[in-house]
């Protein structure tokens, strides 16, 4: 009953996203995303290139990989399960899984490198392996961190715990820098900021979360490109933007709302 409820709670609407290669891709309610391509000509004209029809729930949120791990597009869907689509060798293949029972709200990658990589010098001189790793947020509450793993496919690593209520979005920061950052917002009117420098770890103790407060629901959270500022959307019909100080904490340093 208690989720029959919260889902008269209106989502904000699912905007179309860009993709590589001037294509776009729409989650389209309730069970579908379709590929469109833009024609060359000067108007843009849409053309519906492809359907993919893997969920029986709602498509809600759509997350293109980094391009070193390939052509990836992960959707995280209210049926509980995250469909991860590959194209390769002129196929689309898609793996499916289940990730959170009572529905998954968003899903973002990881950097295709791991935390520091940038910085560390590989003795061999081999380039490092693009990683292959998820984080999504559901409606029981929970963060979960997934990895690929070509013998067991898509494997859950860890279930970040924390929010009392769904969590309606997960950002990844894009940034390898020393350490790994994930922005969770959540119906429970709070964000949480997971940083850890081993993010492939199972030790829950890996990852420390801060929590900022805010005073409505936050629905959306979004990185920079440099991956050192922080967007939260929410109900307030606000947008606050944060950084990381000095000496650790975040602070807010700048609000966008109707008027100002």
């Not at 029986?56 to 399960?81: I, Y």
């Not at 949480?192 to 936050?218: H, M, N, Y």
Request: charged letters at 15%; aromatic letters at 8%; one cysteine or more.
């Amino acid at each position: 009953m208690a989720r029959a409820e919260r889902s008269m709670v209106p989502s904000p609407p699912l905007p179309s996203i860009q993709t590589p290669l001037s294509h776009t891709l729409e989650a389209v309610i309730p069970v579908a995303m379709t590929f469109y391509t833009l024609t060359p000509a000067l108007d843009f004209h849409r053309q519906k290139i492809m359907d993919f029809a893997l969920h029986t729930a709602s498509v809600n949120t759509l997350s293109w990989s980094p391009p070193e791990t390939g052509c990836l597009l992960a959707a995280a869907s209210s049926d509980g399960s995250i469909s991860v689509l590959e194209f390769k060798d002129t196929v689309w293949d898609h793996k499916t899984f289940a990730a959170h029972p009572m529905g998954v709200n968003s899903v973002s990658w990881a950097p295709s490198l791991s935390p520091g990589s940038l910085m560390s010098a590989n003795p061999s001189g081999t380039p490092q392996t693009p990683q292959r790793r998820l984080v999504s947020g559901g409606s029981d509450n929970l963060v979960k961190i997934w990895d690929w793993d070509v013998a067991r496919g898509w494997t859950e690593t860890l279930a970040l715990q924390g929010h009392t209520d769904w969590v309606r979005d997960v950002a990844w920061s894009p940034t390898p820098l020393a350490r790994s950052y994930i922005a969770s917002a959540s119906q429970d009117q709070t964000v949480r900021i997971w940083t850890s420098t081993d993010p492939g770890s199972t030790d829950p103790k890996a990852w420390q979360s801060t929590v900022l407060q805010f005073e409505a629901v936050c629905w959306r959270v979004s990185w920079s490109l440099t991956g050192n500022v922080l967007a939260v959307s929410g109900g307030d019909n606000r947008v606050s933007l944060w950084k990381e100080r000095l000496g650790g904490g975040w602070e807010k340093f700048k609000v966008l709302e109707e008027g100002a």
